[in-house]
């Protein structure tokens, strides 16, 4: 599986191991707000865990832990995703979504994270294109986006709650000339 890594942080894919730290990020209701409205107990978050798991074992791509590379301290997720979300429109592309524990945002660690991921489905996925269902109220999620090279394609309604969908255009990676 694959290990990224930028100027501060490491990015590894989830593991058995981040359950404690996932169960204090979903557990912290200004984390989980914009996402699903409440915090998560234990058996949800090692729901989750299970889940993104899985996607490693068979997409082969997921969710990444995110950790500092100067102490380990865990900062959060950021992964490429397929939920098979119920929703119109369908997510007909990878599905890119993060998260930063509060006391981690606003340092620049999301973007650096989510280039470091957007960098790798550039270069490994075919997808023309890859998407991102943000809440209308998540102002930084969205400037993150824009950021990122997002831009809003549709408005739509989500688990009961209205969502923005985005997306963003592959990026070829650069080519190096032949000597």
């Given at each position: 599986?694959?290990?990224?890594?930028?100027?501060?942080?490491?990015?590894?894919?989830?593991?058995?191991?981040?359950?404690?730290?996932?169960?204090?990020?979903?557990?912290?209701?200004?984390f989980?707000?914009?996402?699903?409205?409440?915090?998560?107990?234990?058996?949800?978050?090692?729901?989750?865990?299970?889940?993104?798991?899985?996607?490693?074992?068979?997409?082969?791509?997921?969710?990444?832990?995110?950790?500092?590379?100067?102490?380990?301290?865990?900062?959060?997720?950021?992964?490429?995703?397929?939920?098979?979300?119920?929703?119109?429109?369908?997510?007909?592309?990878?599905?890119?979504g993060?998260?930063?524990?509060?006391a981690?945002?606003?340092?620049?660690?999301?973007?650096?994270?989510?280039?470091?991921?957007?960098?790798?489905?550039?270069?490994?996925?075919?997808?023309?294109?890859?998407?991102?269902?943000?809440?209308?109220?998540?102002?930084?999620?969205?400037?993150?986006?824009?950021?990122?090279?997002?831009?809003?394609?549709?408005?739509?309604?989500?688990?009961?709650?209205?969502?923005?969908?985005?997306?963003?255009?592959?990026?070829?990676?650069?080519?190096?000339?032949?000597?």
């Amino acid at each position: 599986m694959t290990l990224l890594t930028t100027d501060r942080l490491t990015l590894s894919p989830v593991a058995p191991a981040d359950f404690d730290d996932l169960c204090a990020l979903f557990g912290d209701m200004e984390f989980t707000r914009h996402i699903m409205g409440r915090a998560l107990n234990e058996e949800e978050v090692w729901s989750r865990l299970l889940r993104d798991l899985g996607h490693w074992q068979v997409l082969g791509y997921g969710n990444w832990t995110i950790r500092s590379r100067a102490d380990g301290t865990y900062v959060g997720q950021v992964g490429v995703l397929d939920y098979r979300r119920h929703i119109d429109p369908p997510l007909d592309a990878p599905e890119l979504g993060w998260g930063l524990a509060t006391a981690h945002q606003g340092h620049g660690y999301a973007l650096e994270a989510l280039s470091a991921v957007l960098g790798w489905a550039d270069a490994q996925l075919t997808a023309a294109r890859t998407v991102c269902m943000i809440a209308p109220d998540n102002a930084p999620s969205q400037t993150l986006a824009a950021r990122a090279g997002y831009r809003a394609y549709a408005q739509t309604d989500y688990a009961g709650g209205p969502v923005i969908l985005l997306e963003r255009p592959r990026r070829k990676p650069p080519t190096v000339a032949g000597h």
